[in-house]
């Protein structure tokens, strides 16, 4: 079954550098996205992305976060200079069609400890 | 904006039980409702996608129904088995923004004793 690939599975960085985090959604897939989890919080979401730019982002989205689709496989979400409360569990997801009823695909997420 | 419940929050029963698992919605202008498993630390294992004109899906011990008009869905796990211990989330993907985001519940986290 198709899966999506999240690199690096546990990512640790000092408050105020910068981190890139890497998704290979499904292969056939055109709407992508990033959600995160705080630890004992809800899943939220960020952003979702198509056609090579954002089509909605949340509240959480701030100018600090980024994200491309640099080639024709992986997709980023890049923070600019982390802070301690974006230590978080990040997923990301895909999905052939978005106004629709498919379902969405998550990768195992990456683990961000910002220290 | 939606928001979506899961009751309870923590469920601990004995192997071989049913069990029902609960999610509300307050915006029933929904494209589907998809149950997920995350076990502690993991990702989400999609479980069962059930679209907004079906009233239930099956997947082996796991069934899920879903009633939009009155903003609920119930996930029924036949028989439990320790190795169903995790957390159980539930989420709804919306019709009321373009890019159709998921909105997530807090999850029930599910204990099944040998």
């Known amino acids: 079954e198709p899966e999506v690939t999240q690199t690096p599975s546990h990512q640790v960085t000092q408050m105020g550098q910068e981190v890139i985090l890497r998704c290979v959604p499904i292969?056939?897939?055109?709407?992508f996205y990033w959600y995160r989890q705080i630890l004992g919080q809800k899943v939220e979401f960020l952003v979702s992305?198509?056609?090579?730019?954002?089509?909605?982002k949340s509240e959480i989205f701030d100018d600090q976060f980024s994200v491309e689709r640099p080639d024709g496989s992986n997709f980023t979400l890049k923070i600019r200079s982390t802070k301690l409360e974006d230590s978080a569990m990040y997923f990301c997801?895909?999905?052939?069609?978005?106004?629709?009823?498919?379902?969405?695909?998550f990768g195992s997420g990456t683990r961000l400890t910002v220290v | 904006k939606q928001e979506v419940t899961q009751i309870p929050a923590a469920l601990s029963v004995p192997e071989g039980e049913n069990l029902v698992l609960n999610c509300s919605f307050t915006d029933s202008a929904i494209y589907n409702l998809q149950w997920f498993r995350q076990d502690p630390g993991k990702g989400l294992t999609s479980l069962l996608l059930?679209?907004?004109?079906?009233r239930e899906q099956t997947s082996g011990r796991l069934n899920a129904s879903l009633d939009k008009s009155s903003g609920r869905s119930t996930l029924y796990i036949a028989a439990s088995q320790p190795g169903d211990s995790a957390t159980y989330l539930c989420a709804v993907k919306g019709r009321e923004t373009s890019g159709s985001r998921l909105t997530f519940g807090e999850g029930t986290q599910l204990t099944v004793n040998p």
């Open positions: 992305f198509y056609n090579n730019e954002i089509s909605e």
């Open positions: 997801a895909s999905t052939l069609r978005t106004r629709s009823a498919d379902g969405y695909t």
């Open positions: 292969s056939n897939h055109l709407y």
């Open positions: 059930i679209q907004s004109s079906q």
